[in-house]
């Protein structure tokens, strides 16, 4: 089975500018998730998508494959579609599962992708699936940064949503939260689905790109993971992330 990994990258966050390539102790952010994702032995191959020569030309120097693409995308996937018609194009074969990165997961684990693919791999069934993670603070849930998910009892996405949900305005017990947490395969067909579909209403207000499936009547299989990552969004996380990071092992190996 031919799996690979694609990491959507551009210089105009509107959060945080330029922040694919903001140094986290020495090393650009992109790197470190290019780094890191190749370690994964799921995956045959990563390439980073992206509309800026800045970022084709690092990831270049690095050894690392890109892949130029559109600048007029406002949405990771469909940056992540356009790349995947442009390599098969290259490699003159098709792929049959690929797993969007985010850019700005630079603590990103490689056993994460690999369980996060494993229902596409034992079920024909399930044509794309998500990380989720429970939360663990207030802050964190109330954070809008931070992308929120409800499920079904199989684990299938209800919604996303950047405000903390499920509301607790009327329900005194504990509750337990989940957000996602951006390792996304999808099979081929279904990531190449998804850049056909029309962009939806809800997708567009909570700007969250799983939205689009789920408003299309298409499911989308959560997977829960218990290792901690961090986004980074904000000067202030990449502060965090990389006092966190002084002492991590992976960034060791490369």
């Known amino acids: 089975m031919n799996i690979i990994g694609i990491i ?17 102790n020495g090393i650009p952010m992109i790197g ?11 995956l045959n191959d990563v390439y980073v998508a992206t509309c800026d020569k800045s970022i084709y030309d690092y990831v270049e120097s690095i050894g690392g494959k890109a892949i130029m693409t559109s600048d007029s995308h406002e949405r990771a996937s469909d940056r992540t579609a356009e790349a995947l018609i442009k390599i098969e194009e290259i490699i003159k074969k098709p792929i049959d599962i690929i797993v969007m990165l985010q850019g700005d997961e630079p603590m990103i684990v490689p056993e994460m ?20 993670k429970e939360i663990d603070s207030i802050k964190e849930w109330e954070d ?16 996303f949503s950047r405000e903390p949900i499920p509301s607790r305005k009327k329900y005194n017990d504990d ?3 989940f957000k996602q947490v951006c390792v996304m395969p999808f099979k081929r067909d279904a990531l190449l689905k998804y850049l056909d579909l029309q962009p939806m209403p809800l997708e567009i207000i909570e700007s969250v790109d799983m939205n689009r499936f789920l408003e299309h009547g298409i499911k989308l299989k959560m997977v829960k993971t218990d290792y901690k990552s961090y986004s980074v969004d904000t000067k202030e996380d990449l502060l965090f992330v990389e006092e966190v990071m002084k ?3 992976l960034t060791k190996r490369y």
Do not use: C, W
Request: hydrophobic residues 40%; without cysteine; positive net charge.
């Open 8 to 24: 959507p990258a551009r210089m105009a966050s509107s959060r945080f500018p330029g922040k694919p390539l903001k140094k986290i």
């Open 32 to 42: 470190h998730v290019l780094y890191r994702s190749k370690m994964t032995e799921v």
């Open 113 to 132: 992708i690999s369980k996060a693919v494993e229902p596409l791999i034992h079920d024909d069934k399930v044509q794309a699936s998500n990380l989720m």
């Open 144 to 159: 809008p940064n931070e992308v929120k998910v409800v499920v079904d009892k199989n684990d299938n996405a209800l919604y």
């Open 175 to 177: 509750i337990i939260a």
């Open 247 to 249: 002492n991590d092992l």
